[in-house]
């Protein structure tokens, strides 16, 4: 019994190191400390859009895809030989688990997104990066709501 419960409990570990939450990405998400707070807005116009993918934190630190991932390579590696080869054989697939589990909770953290350059209308350039929820296209006119750091798109 306790051999079939551990390969589920880290299957499940590594289920939620995916959970990092991305929806502050998109263009449509408002943090709390944003509501009932004022907002500059400039217009502009799209000049490029580019895919690229935003490499969102996870929650746990990256603990969890490797944790999990040691645990299983733990435990596969303990099904191989005998003696001290199959102590070695452990050792091993919970380095191996520890890399792939990192490795896959990486890729399950990324968020397709947009990089778009637009020319305000006062004719300075801006990039912006967010979210690819909404499509967007090159000659799109476009609000720029926020400023600095905290600046999202929204079509005009």
């Known amino acids: 019994m306790k051999r079939l419960l551990l390969p589920v409990v880290a299957l499940s570990i590594l289920t939620l190191a995916g959970c990092a939450n991305t929806s502050g990405y998109s263009g449509d998400v408002y943090r709390g400390s944003q509501a009932k707070t004022g907002q500059s807005v400039t217009y502009g116009t799209i000049v490029a859009v580019r895919p690229v993918q935003i490499q969102a934190e996870s929650r746990a630190g990256g603990l969890l895809g490797s944790g999990g991932g040691a645990v299983i390579g733990g435990l596969l590696g303990s099904q191989v030989g005998g003696g001290s080869g199959r102590q070695l054989a452990t050792v091993a697939g919970a380095l191996g688990g520890a890399v792939a589990g990192t490795a896959a909770e990486d890729a399950t ?26 499509q967007f296209q090159a000659g799109q006119r476009v609000r720029l709501i926020g400023n600095g750091a905290n600046m999202s798109v929204a079509p005009y």
């Open 109 to 134: 953290n990324r968020v397709n997104a947009l990089e778009m350059e637009i020319r305000r209308d006062d004719g300075t350039d801006v990039v912006v990066v967010q979210r690819a929820d909404r």
